[in-house]
């Protein structure tokens, strides 16, 4: 079913922004250039309807790494497979550990993140995470490497409800450039994976661009005729939108194109009017400033107090950091002066959660760290 689904999407993205459907249209004249005035009243439009659908609240998550082993090659990730990094998969027990001082901290959503490598993420960790964290987080999701239907069903079943997977960028062009080893290179397999966890039963999936690879006006189209696209043939799930741009990581990668601050406010008020009822994320990848700024236009779910490397909660997996070098694991010396991973890239809001909760309520934004719990579903006692 995702493959034929997909076969059409493939074509609507390449042929824009030639062809486009009404909604898509409309979107695009909000991407249109405008004067400040008139950014500035799009902007309180976009203020104005998210209001009227999502009032005052935030929805608040954060990352959990539990591994930063990888088998692709990516230009701009810190994970890449040839980075010269020090890796480590941390053990259930430690992602428990990691999980319960999120936990302690007010989360109740929680979203695992691991680089793509089977033999150090397979499914069979990642069930066992997942099943070890089902009674302390109501609310898990996954980001991790793609899988077929039944292996995210399996993912399902033992209490996931989330998967978010990002595009990357939608220029194939660009793509083939930027993923130059493993099997992240086929564009294809990676667009259907929203399609294939709608199919295993995930309830909320998490699109996005990394902004900074293409330009961005057409970067957000794209992504647009993709949300579209997944309205209309998973129509049951909930979707979110991402835009994250650019940071800095392992590699020196230096974006490609320029996607300014004024371009975000444009692309965010953008997707909330056209899609009203879309979640839309913001994560610590942006400055404080420039995150309190937005909180109120548009954004529905924010994290606060990430870390991007595996342990970097609690310090977990300290003791077993090493290097990997073709599939092989490489001892490091000294390894008490190299106690910690390598993170996916630099944090921008390094503020903790609690400071970031008083800036929400300073702002009139009510923090939500849960809205959902599996006893939803259970059947009413008789």
């Not at 994290?303 to 490091?332: C, I, M, N």
């Amino acid at each position: 079913m995702s493959r034929v689904m997909t076969d059409s999407l493939g074509p609507i993205l390449d042929a824009l922004p030639h062809r486009k459907s009404p909604l898509l249209t409309r979107f695009a004249s909000f991407l249109e250039p405008m004067a400040p005035q008139k950014l500035e009243a799009l902007a309180q439009e976009s203020q104005a309807v998210t209001r009227r659908n999502f009032g005052r609240t935030m929805r608040l998550f954060a990352p959990l790494y539990l591994s930063n082993e990888c088998i692709n090659n990516c230009k701009y990730c810190g994970f890449s497979r040839d980075n010269p990094i020090l890796r480590v998969t941390l053990t259930v027990d430690q992602v428990v550990a990691e999980a319960k001082h999120l936990r302690d901290q007010g989360f109740r959503n929680i979203l695992l993140v691991a680089g793509e490598h089977p033999r150090f993420v397979s499914e069979g960790y990642l069930e066992e995470c997942i099943s070890a964290l089902r009674k302390e987080v109501p609310t898990l999701g996954i980001e991790v490497g793609p899988m077929e239907t039944p292996e995210y069903q399996r993912m399902v079943d033992v209490g996931c409800e989330g998967l978010v997977v990002y595009q990357e960028t939608y220029d194939r062009e660009v793509y083939a450039q930027m993923h130059t080893a493993g099997p992240k290179r086929d564009y294809d397999w990676r667009l259907a994976c929203p399609e294939r966890g709608y199919a295993a039963g995930f309830r909320r999936i998490g699109i996005g661009a990394l902004f900074g690879l293409s330009d961005w006006r057409v970067e957000a189209m794209r992504l647009a005729a993709h949300l579209e696209h997944l309205n209309k043939h998973c129509w049951k799930a909930v979707f979110t939108v991402a835009f994250p741009r650019l940071r800095p990581a392992a590699g020196d990668f230096k974006p490609l194109t320029d996607f300014p601050d004024w371009a975000l406010v444009q692309t965010l008020c953008a997707f909330r009017l056209t899609f009203p009822e879309v979640g839309i994320v913001l994560s610590t990848r942006e400055p404080a400033g420039l995150r309190d700024a937005l909180a109120p236009l548009g954004v529905t779910i924010m994290s606060a107090g990430s870390h991007t490397e595996p342990g970097g909660y609690t310090g977990a997996g300290g003791e077993d950091v090493h290097l990997t070098v073709r599939g092989r694991r490489v001892e490091v010396e000294e390894k008490a002066s190299c106690s910690k991973a390598e993170g996916q890239f630099g944090i921008a809001d390094e503020r903790s959660p609690e400071e970031f909760v008083r800036m929400l309520r300073a702002q009139g934004l009510e923090p939500v760290w849960k809205d959902w719990d599996p006893s939803i579903l259970e059947p009413a006692a008789a």
